[in-house]
């Protein structure tokens, strides 16, 4: 069961990310982009995702992956179920989130570095 301890030293430590609150909910930023957001209960971790495969997450697990509300359905942007993830696969939505906002430079020099990816805290 992941909780948003499992990712939140993880969004500080990737290039160019940085936390932020919003109306008292943790986001993690590249720039203005917002790339994972945290409900207020912290139970929901919406993240970005490719829409194009956004609906197959989705279908194939219900129980842990939301559609977000129909205004956010422009965005490239998932939901999550904190509790339904472990921790290395929510590492790893953060990672993957963050490799869609920042340059595929900064994917290869973190993988690089991080040849089996974002693993355990």
């Known amino acids: 069961m992941a909780t948003i301890d499992d990712v939140l030293a ?5 290039e160019r ?6 109306r008292r ?20 971790m919406g993240f970005a995702f490719p829409k194009e495969e956004r609906d197959a997450l989705v279908a194939g697990d219900p129980d842990r992956f939301q559609l977000p509300s129909e205004s956010d359905l422009r965005f ?14 929510a590492r790893e939505l953060v990672v993957d989130a963050w490799r869609m906002v920042v340059p ?4 290869r020099a973190y993988d690089l570095t991080h040849p089996d990816g974002p693993g355990a805290p």
Not at 10 to 14: Q, R
Not at 76 to 89: G, I, M, Q, R, S
């Open 10 to 14: 993880l969004g500080s430590e990737l």
């Open 17 to 22: 990310s940085y936390p932020v609150h919003v």
């Open 25 to 44: 909910r943790l986001k993690f930023r590249v720039g203005q982009i917002v790339y994972v957001a945290f409900s207020l209960d912290e139970q929901v």
């Open 76 to 89: 490239h942007w998932v939901h999550a179920t904190l509790a339904a993830l472990d921790p290395v696969e």
């Open 104 to 107: 595929q430079k900064l994917t």
